[in-house]
C-alpha cells in the first residue's frame, strides 16, 4: 500500500506544480500583452514612454483611425481633436487650424512640428498647410499636446504642439496608387515607391489635387477662390544597432484663386 500511494502522489504533485507553472506563465503573458497594449508617446518629453505616465492632456490619431476618417489632408485631422477648429480663411487654398478659436489669422502659440522638427512659418506667424509637401497617406500617427505642458518645445509652444510622425518607408515597401474625385470638382492623386538595401530604405510619394472652392461670395459677387496644388517628398532611412539617419526632402507647387474644372475618372 504504501508503495501505491508514493506511486500516485508523485504524479499528483507534478501535475500541481505543472498547474502552478502554467498559471504563471499564463499571468506574465496576460500582463506582457496589457503592457504591449500601451500606446508610447514621443511629444510631450521628447522621449518615448508609455500613455499613462504622460501628465498632459494628449490626443493621439493613429494610423487606423487615419485611414479610416478617409481625409485627404493632414490639417483636416485636427477637427478631431479637443478645442480646434479647421476652416478656410480668405481663401480654400489657407487653412487655418486654431485652438479654441483664438487667433484666427494669424494662430500663434500652436507649434506644429513634422517628426519632431518645426514647420512654423515665423514670418508669416501661420503654417502653410496648403504647400506643406505631406501627403496624409505617409502620415504614421498623430499627438497632439493640449496645454502649456510641452514648453520644453520653446516659443509657440504655449497652447499646444501637434506633432506629426510619418510612417517608415520599411511600413510602405513595394508600389500604391490612389485616386480621389469630388462631386463639385475637388480631385486628388497619389502615388508612392518606397525599397530596401541593405541597411537603407526610401520612399519617394508624390501627389496632385484640386479644389473648387466657392464660385461667389456672400454678397453674391464673383469670388472663384479654387487652387491647384502638387507636392512631392521623399525620405531615405538608414538604421543600424547603433546609430540611425534619416533625410526628408519635400517640395510642393500652389496655383491659387483659380477655377476648377471637374475631372471624370474612368476606370476599365
Avoid: C
Amino acid at each position: 500500500m504504501r508503495g501505491f500511494f508514493l506511486s500516485l502522489n508523485m504524479p499528483a504533485s507534478a501535475e500541481t506544480d505543472n498547474f502552478l507553472l502554467a498559471t504563471e506563465l499564463s499571468d506574465e503573458t496576460v500582463y506582457e500583452s496589457f503592457i504591449d497594449s500601451i500606446p508610447v508617446v514621443v511629444t510631450p518629453s521628447k522621449m518615448p514612454q508609455p500613455r499613462v505616465d504622460v501628465s498632459s492632456s494628449l490626443s493621439v490619431l493613429d494610423g487606423e483611425f487615419i485611414r479610416r476618417v478617409n481625409m485627404q489632408y493632414v490639417e483636416d485631422l485636427l477637427q478631431f481633436v479637443p478645442g480646434f477648429s479647421v476652416v478656410p480663411y480668405k481663401t480654400s487654398s489657407q487653412k487655418v487650424a486654431s485652438y479654441h478659436g483664438t487667433q484666427l489669422d494669424q494662430y500663434r502659440r500652436i507649434q506644429v512640428l513634422v517628426n519632431g522638427r518645426s514647420v512654423y512659418s515665423t514670418g508669416l506667424a501661420r503654417v502653410e498647410w496648403a504647400t506643406l509637401p505631406l501627403n496624409i497617406e505617409d502620415v504614421a500617427r498623430v499627438e497632439v499636446n493640449r496645454g502649456p505642458n510641452a514648453a520644453s518645445y520653446g516659443i509657440n509652444s504655449f497652447f499646444a504642439v501637434v506633432n506629426i510622425i510619418t510612417r517608415s518607408p520599411l511600413e510602405t515597401l513595394g508600389n500604391s496608387m490612389s485616386a480621389y474625385s469630388g462631386s463639385r470638382g475637388d480631385y486628388r492623386l497619389y502615388g508612392q515607391h518606397s525599397g530596401l538595401n541593405g541597411d537603407w530604405s526610401y520612399r519617394a510619394s508624390a501627389s496632385t489635387s484640386a479644389v473648387h472652392g466657392f464660385d461667389e461670395d456672400f454678397d453674391g459677387n464673383d469670388r472663384h477662390d479654387g487652387h491647384r496644388s502638387s507636392m512631392g517628398n521623399m525620405l531615405i532611412q538608414k538604421e543600424t544597432v547603433n546609430s540611425s539617419f534619416d533625410l526628408d526632402i519635400g517640395a510642393s507647387h500652389l496655383k491659387d484663386k483659380v477655377e476648377v474644372r471637374r475631372l471624370w475618372f474612368r476606370f476599365v
